[in-house]
């Protein structure tokens, strides 16, 4: 069973940069899609990016052109790279698996202006 652990938020000015890091247990070879959600206070939980075993990536409208999604499948590692961050992505942002309900356990971004 894969257990998730992201890592890499913080505190961090409108327009700088943020890497994120999605940790698993296991292998994530075996999940076709892995994924990096946010959510706000108040707020469902939003799909951010997406990658496939092949390598392809879908993004929100929000963030595209601004942030990238890569995986490391011998690493077992999933990234998310946040350029040009704005006070709007501000959030938990949370690593998500094979769309299953398996989940990490968050890393905040806090983004000032």
């Known amino acids: 069973q894969v257990q998730l652990v992201e890592s890499g938020g913080g505190l961090v000015q409108a327009g700088g940069s943020l890497r994120l890091s999605c940790a698993a247990s296991?292998?994530?070879?075996?999940?076709?899609?892995m994924g990096w959600y946010r959510q706000v206070p108040g707020k469902e939980r939003e799909l951010v990016a997406t990658?496939?075993?092949?390598?392809?990536?879908d993004y929100a409208e929000s963030v595209k052109g601004r942030f990238t999604i890569s995986r490391d499948n011998a690493k077992n590692t999933v990234y998310l790279q946040m350029n040009s961050l704005k006070p709007e992505d501000t959030a938990v942002y949370y690593c998500?698996?094979?769309?299953?309900?398996?989940w990490g356990q968050g890393t905040q971004v806090t983004v000032s202006s």
């Open positions: 296991g292998i994530i070879f075996r999940f076709n899609t």
């Open positions: 998500n698996a094979g769309h299953l309900n398996l």
């Open positions: 990658i496939t075993i092949t390598g392809r990536m």
